[in-house]
């Protein structure tokens, strides 16, 4: 409750009386790990280390011609907890006071976030304001035994504006110069024809258990003004790839995972006032892709680091440069494109309905080709091979047969969803739009080519063996009916008074 004195200066008698089963679990709880680079708040005792997770101040940033200050924390689970709450607030450096904050929970959930908005068109000397962000997160879990404990989580971190010496930031890689709105990675695929080439090809990595190796690397630079750069902080930066809805589905490089920070390329030019790095080919890590019924797009986010000296101060100071497609654009913020990381397909042989009726195999599929859908005529603009150490059999009770790669989407009674989200009972629609029960669904070696195609215009599935699938474009859309969490009973007491807390912590601070 010390922490939260800082929000509510009554909290124990809120809590005490309000809130009781709230008060014991916190009485319970371990002394909470700290993050930050605000030196001189800092418990240099305290060990960091990484959370289950992945608590994060995510996103902060200044907009100068709306005098705005913003920050963003979220927070996501592999597994649902009964409760989560996140409170955070925006601190005047200068003097310590809190200007502005917000405070959310949410229960039986796996993640959540919580964005901040503070005006400061009232401060005189805005270029030379410290802004210090603070974020403290509590999830409840359920222990071996049974028993409701919980979890806490505090960092801090620190923006310096009147340290504006970061002059430019490019992101040459993971972003793209080509004209669409994402950069295009294919993992066991190549662009067999395609109008548009994608950025980053890896043709013999496939998903393996169903997760997929990330290979990605991360080729940027930043330069500085009236300082200069003396290292980057390695323990507080972080590169992610993350799912925008299922933020489990990540793949985090931070805490020098399997030493990759080895083998970072970093180079400095112009006596120290310009840091280029390449992180290299095998840059990487994996993604879970069990249970994704959602598009295949993916948020890129990358947080450095850098310690600086300026020219006119003797202290070095710490100063964060955020790269994503997530930021806004600022002097210590580079937007980039998503990610679509693509992977699924359909066996080479499989036969696709033609706009004129006959039937052709995907193999021989080319770009201008126009295919039915089902729904209309469309062209073909862009095909892609790739090659599949085993594949999902999908077998219909009148004998109809496609193969496909677990990731690939097929049309159910349910809705879309991928190979790997159907079961034995699942119904798939067929050619003439009537639904036909599985005869069977099971996966054997293949240890052969797949083939996925792209089509023009809004409608993207195609008629397979006479079975309804989705081309390369339905791949990374939102498929499938939302998943219902089981919910979580024995904490909804708990949870109501989370609410209650959340409630006067907003009321009491005059937060939004």
């Known amino acids: 409750m010390k922490t939260l004195k800082s929000y509510l200066p009554d909290v124990e008698n809120f809590i005490s009386s309000k809130c009781p089963e709230l008060q014991k679990l916190m009485l319970e709880e371990t002394v909470p790990v700290l993050q930050s680079n605000a030196l001189e708040e800092v418990n240099t005792d305290e060990k960091t280390v990484i959370i289950a997770g992945n608590p994060q101040i995510r996103n902060t940033a200044y907009d100068k011609n709306r005098k705005t200050f913003c920050a963003e924390s979220a927070v996501g689970f592999d597994e649902a907890k009964g409760v989560i709450t996140i409170v955070s607030d925006v601190i005047d450096r200068t003097n310590g006071r809190s200007i502005n904050g917000h405070a959310v929970t949410l229960k039986n959930t796996n993640s959540l976030s919580c964005a901040i908005n503070a005006d400061l068109s009232s401060y005189r000397d805005i270029d030379r304001f410290q802004f210090l962000v603070r974020t403290v997160f509590y999830w409840t879990e359920t222990d071996k035994d049974g028993k409701t404990v919980m979890k806490k989580h505090e960092e801090r971190r620190q923006y310096n504006e009147g340290y504006d010496i970061v002059d430019n930031i490019t992101v040459e890689f993971p972003n ?36 997929l190796p990330v290979y990605m690397p991360f080729i940027g630079s930043v330069r500085v003004v009236n300082a200069t750069i003396v290292g980057v902080k390695k323990d507080e930066s972080s590169v992610i790839i993350e799912h925008p809805v299922k933020h489990t589905c990540s793949a985090a490089f931070a805490k020098d995972k399997e030493n990759n920070w080895e083998y970072i390329k970093w180079e400095y030019f112009d006596n120290k006032r310009l840091l280029k790095w390449v992180f290299p080919e095998n840059w990487k890590n994996s993604l879970n892709l069990q249970d994704l019924t959602v598009s295949s797009y993916f948020d890129f986010y990358a947080d450095l680091c850098l310690q600086v000296q300026p020219d006119d101060t003797n202290e070095p100071v710490d100063i964060h440069i955020y790269m994503g497609n997530t930021v806004g654009e600022d002097h210590t913020h580079c937007k980039t494109k998503k990610l679509i990381l693509q992977w699924g397909c359909l066996g080479k042989d499989t036969m696709l309905l033609m706009a004129d009726g006959t039937q052709k195999k995907i193999c021989d599929i080319n770009r201008d080709d126009l295919v039915s859908t089902g729904k209309g005529n469309a062209k073909v603009i862009a095909t892609y091979c790739g090659q599949e150490e085993d594949i999902a059999h999908i077998v219909t009770e009148s004998g109809k047969e496609v193969l496909a790669t677990v990731g690939h989407p097929v049309l159910t009674e349910r809705g879309w969803l991928r190979v790997m989200d159907m079961n034995a009972a699942d119904k798939v629609i067929v050619a003439d739009g009537i639904s036909e029960s599985l005869a069977g669904l099971y996966s054997t070696p293949y240890r052969d080519s797949v083939y996925n195609i792209e089509l023009e215009g809004d409608v993207h599935q195609l008629i397979a063996n006479g079975i309804v699938v989705g081309d390369y474009g339905m791949q990374n859309q939102p498929i499938g009916n939302p998943v219902d969490v089981a919910p979580i009973t024995g904490q909804e007491h708990l949870a109501s008074e989370f609410q209650q807390l959340v409630d006067e912590i907003n009321k009491n601070n005059n937060w939004k």
């Not at 066991?188 to 258990?209: E, S, W």
């Open 176 to 211: 793209t110069l080509k004209l669409r709105d994402a950069t295009v990675v294919l993992y066991g695929r190549t662009a067999k024809a395609n109008y548009d080439d994608p950025d980053k090809v890896y043709p013999g990595i496939q998903p393996i258990n169903n997760a």
